[in-house]
């Protein structure tokens, strides 16, 4: 159909009807495709290594973070840990010596932000740990429940590769090996 200028102009109400319709639509159709969840408070992180004299185990107390889906598919996940609330059983200074060795005074926050998802329930992402960001690959699994997502797994750092220096006391006596090992159960709810 072929609209001349001259009737455009005598209907415009008509059109007007026609572009809001279609703004509305549009619209519409981001707004329900995509959701947000935020982070549950009964997500957990830990943070599991060894030294010369026994092993030991961290928490994350506190946890900030969101997925946002697409259509009911997880696109998009940001995960914060704030170093300063990673504590240990063994006290006050053992969590300085973890705070330390994550450089929390320059950069007290460890994040996480998903950029793919891979076969074999493999996530990827950007890693920042101590001031360096590195892309990472997390074995993981992802499951819908109800109206929660739950993300759990595990990934093993080397604290090297972060330029971290493993912790050490009694003089050099006791070292923290090169690898940790972190262990996540993160729930979204909306």
Known sequence: MLVRIHDFHKK???MKKIVVFLVAF???SGIHAQET?????????TIDGTSTLRDWSTTANTLKGSLVTQAGTPKEILLEVPVADIKSERGATMDKKTFNALKGTEHPMVTFMLTDFGDNNMIMGTLSVAGV??????TSSITAEGSSFILSGEYTITLEEYNMEPPSAMFGQIVVGEDVVVHFNLVFTK
Do not use: A, D, N, R
């Open 12 to 14: 415009p109400k008509k």
């Open 26 to 28: 549009i619209i519409g």
């Open 37 to 45: 969840y935020t982070l549950s408070p009964e997500s957990t992180l």
């Open 133 to 138: 960001e590195k892309e990472v690959s997390v």
